[in-house]
């Protein structure tokens, strides 16, 4: 039997480009694998696989009684709508441990890091198998997309040295302005819908039973929204209109001034007061030396619903 191997929904480049590169390793150990995904690939996903000559990986929604590994998350929100009804072999990852369980045993790769890839990396050393020039190539720009270029501080040493370690196998010589390249595409964000774009890096929370649900459009320039800000804000206003969420939050994270503006939409006026100690004006709060979604605004954020 095949194992599929997934990302999250709405799928990031980690989630595709780890997808690949698991898949890969697993058929290399004799362990029959086909990488999948859960939606689109991003602007920024859709650069990388043309980069280094990759189709994206099938698109599947259902897994119902299939073997599937699941990389960069653990939580149910974010995982395939009938993963209950498959058997999870495994997971890779570098979040918070989520809500997904198991009926029988499973191998565990979640390690504190900056991206699932340096993980598939770790796991590329411990099986000892080769990584191909082009697959180093799609680990290394999802590494350097998930650091925001090691700026982030979900970035670790491990995640620097993997990143140095693939662009040599890649024959990338400046890894650095290839990252730059890739935050150029992603904050091309004229042209396209205000849903498309608060949809494109989206993650639902279930916190205590509040649905929670937070976009993110890292760019290297946030006069890239001056137009499109209010529309964003309808938007937002209008997803959480339309579902059960208890809040909506849009972060328009700037990566060279290294800090990001919060769009919020919430059943509690004083969400952003309590969690971040910076109250918002008009829906609107600046968050200093916020970069990082998983370590920096989920967490205040479950402070207050626990
Ligand atoms: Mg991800
Ligand atoms: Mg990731
Ligand atoms: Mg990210």
Redesign the pocket.
Known sequence: MSMYVVGHKIP?SDSICGAIALAYLKNQIGEPAKASRLGEPSPETQFILDRFGFEAPELKMSYAGEEVYIVDHSELTQAPDDIAEATIVGIVDHHKLGDLTTSTPLECWIRPVGCSNTVIKMMYDFYNVDIPKDIAGIMLCAIL??TVIFKSPTCTTADIRCVEALAEIAGVEDFKALGMEMFKVKSAVGGTAPRDLVMR?FKDFNMNGNLVGIG?LEVVDLSVFDNIKADLEADIAALKAEGNRHTVMLLLTDIMKEGSELLIVSDDAELSKKAYDIATENGRAWLPGVLS?KKQVVPPLQGVFA
């Open positions: 990031d997309s998930d890096d993110q979604r």
